[in-house]
């Protein structure tokens, strides 16, 4: 199966309300989880990360939980407004067939937050 | 400071022709990767350097990919006998500490093999 399985691929919400994305990944050795933010043409940002120490991290509106045992991470953005609508990738450190440990990251998720 | 810096922004070429796409990363980054994005897709890993060396590059494709670091600053991706199936956008991306760090990612070249 997929490395890095993230649903939904695509997520509608009303302005004000909250979008939870969520992820799994298959190696139970990755320890870094970065989540990208991707507007139509532009380069993938970094907008929150965790590493598998931590169980949660919040920043403003937007918070990450990780379940290192059920191997699964989420995105929560509250309040959501129509500029948090793009494009979002869930990210785990994987190990390559080289041996060392790289990104992989989900299909994404469209969100669209309707005004 | 300056971002990742990815040249040209689009390359539109011939089936069967060679194609090179550059890489200026952030200064003092020692870390540099290149991903593949096709269309609807997250990036896909190609290859890993750490410093002027490839240290994995387990995700290229097949022989008709190369790329080189040979300052371990700006990097060349090269592409041999382009085939259609190689249109996408190519990323690339720097990070202080390696994989287990922030990457801070270019805005792409988006090659079109026609």
């Known amino acids: 199966g997929e490395n890095v399985e993230q649903h939904p691929s695509t997520l509608s919400v009303q302005e004000g309300d909250s979008a939870v994305i969520k992820c799994t990944y298959s190696?139970?050795?990755?320890?870094?989880f970065p989540w990208y933010k991707q507007e139509l043409g532009k380069r993938p940002q970094l907008i929150i990360d965790?590493?598998?120490?931590?169980g949660e991290k919040k920043d403003q509106r937007i918070a990450v939980t990780l379940n290192k045992t059920a191997k699964h991470f989420s995105l929560h953005i509250t309040e959501t407004q129509p500029e948090d609508s793009a494009v979002y990738f869930c990210a785990a450190s994987i190990r390559t067939g080289a041996g060392s440990y790289q990104l992989t990251f989900g299909k994404g998720t469209k969100l669209s937050v309707i005004p | 400071g300056a971002g990742v810096s990815q040249t040209p922004s689009n390359k539109v070429t011939e089936k069967g022709k060679y194609v090179e796409l550059r890489c200026d990363p952030i200064s003092g980054h020692t870390a540099l990767y290149w991903y593949r994005q096709s269309l609807g897709q997250g990036p896909e890993f190609l290859i890993y350097?750490?410093?002027?060396?490839?240290?994995?590059d387990s995700g290229l494709p097949n022989d008709r990919f190369f790329a080189v670091r040979p300052e371990g600053s700006v990097s060349t991706l090269k592409i041999q006998r382009t085939e259609r199936g190689d249109s996408a956008v190519y990323l690339c991306?720097?990070?202080?500490?390696?994989?287990?760090?922030?990457?801070?990612f270019g805005n792409g070249t988006r090659l079109t093999v026609t």
């Open positions: 965790i590493r598998s120490n931590v």
């Open positions: 350097f750490q410093g002027t060396g490839a240290a994995d």
């Open positions: 190696d139970s050795a990755s320890n870094y």
């Open positions: 991306a720097s990070s202080f500490a390696g994989a287990n760090s922030p990457l801070h």
